[in-house]
């Protein structure tokens, strides 16, 4: 998915952003600055699922481009 990478940095820079505010107001900048990284990258990776199954519903699809099909016959 294109989108995938975008979405997972925009919500990387949002949590660095919102860390180091949160960080800055409390005196705590190392914390709050990982605490932000993490939970951008998890909301971000989130949202991308989000949107990647929806796009898969769009496209008349079962399953989003990301989970793989299993068709071997063994």
Request: glycine share 18%; aromatic share 6%; no cysteine.
């Amino acid at each position: 998915m294109e989108f995938k990478g975008k979405t997972i940095g925009i919500g990387l820079v949002a949590g660095i952003t919102i860390g180091a505010v949160v960080g800055s107001v409390t005196g705590n900048v190392g914390i709050w600055v990982a605490m932000g990284v993490v939970f951008g990258i998890v909301f971000g990776a989130g949202i991308a699922t989000v949107l990647a199954s929806q796009a898969a519903k769009d496209n008349g699809d079962s399953r989003p481009d990301s989970l793989p099909s299993d068709t071997s016959e063994e």
